[in-house]
């Protein structure tokens, strides 16, 4: 048993017949289920890629939203560095201020020479009287 088409609609162009009648088309029961399966696979297709695009939509806008997230971050970023630069350059005037600060108290040796000559002769002179 066969599966008949009609239709008034061809691909190709054939001459004219006297009759005007429709053409009619058939299918093996095969081929019909075949053409039948492919065009449900075509619905079902359609509606996934409608699908798809919704899909498609809902992440052009999560990496919008991360694009933007990614800028805040960038500025987080460049201002953290630009704090941590900051603080660099603090704590090194503070290393040198007590650098400086360590020199200015260290005693110098020309200090410690006079105070240990003198103390030798303070020494020598209570050693002397006595």
């Not at 004219?16 to 075509?42: H, R, T």
């Not at 409608?50 to 800028?71: R, T, V």
Request: charged residues 30%.
């Amino acid at each position: 048993m066969g599966i008949i088409l009609s239709t008034n609609f061809s691909f190709a162009q054939q001459p004219a017949l006297a009759d005007n009648k429709p053409k009619v088309i058939c299918f093996s029961e095969e081929d019909a289920g075949k053409i039948v399966v492919d065009l449900e696979k075509y619905q079902k297709q359609s509606e996934l890629v409608d699908l798809i695009k919704e899909e498609n939509k809902e992440l052009e806008i999560k990496i919008a939203n991360l694009d933007k997230i990614i800028k805040s971050q960038d500025e987080i970023i460049k201002k953290s560095n630009e704090s941590i630069e900051n603080l660099q350059k603090l704590m090194d005037a503070q290393k040198e201020a007590y650098e400086k600060q360590i020199q200015e108290s260290k005693p110098s040796i020309w200090k410690f020479i006079g105070t240990a000559l003198g103390s030798l002769a303070v020494g020598l002179c209570i050693g002397l009287l006595i």
